[in-house]
């Protein structure tokens, strides 16, 4: 298991930016696939994008190409999620993940540990 622990959530005004980061720690953390996913109140937790564990191949929800980078710092072991053109619909919980399957990983399913969750809340 690694332990993930979010920051970087907060407030924004609609357009803006934010970069969400996401520390691990335990088990060597170039060994995992890393992905973020968000939750909205009653609604399913969606996935937002995902970055391989060693080559750094992403892949991102249909939602969010185009205008979200997820990349990783190895030496750090962290994940980040740049954000931009935030808009009300982005308001949300979001999620860093790990998992241990090769391969694109999109499902909740796919991944073994998980973090708190860290707030977005954009103001229009």
């Known amino acids: 298991q690694v332990q993930l622990v979010e920051s970087g959530g907060g407030l924004v005004q609609a357009g803006g930016s934010l970069r969400l980061s996401c520390a691990a720690s335990?088990?060597?953390?170039?060994?995992?696939?890393m992905g973020w996913f968000r939750q909205a109140p009653g609604k399913e937790r969606e996935f937002v994008a995902v970055?391989?564990?060693?080559?750094?191949?992403?892949y991102y929800g249909d939602s969010v190409k185009g205008r979200f980078t997820i990349s990783r710092d190895n030496a750090k072991n962290t994940v980040y999620l740049q954000m931009n053109s935030l808009q009300p619909d982005a308001e949300t919980v979001y999620y860093c993940?790990?998992?241990?399957?090769?391969?694109?990983?999109?499902?909740?399913?796919?991944?073994?540990?998980w973090g708190q969750g860290t707030q977005v809340t954009v103001c229009s």
């Open positions: 970055i391989s564990r060693s080559v750094g191949s992403t």
């Open positions: 993940a790990a998992t241990t399957k090769f391969g694109s990983a999109h499902y909740v399913g796919d991944y073994g540990s």
């Open positions: 335990g088990r060597t953390f170039s060994s995992y696939g």
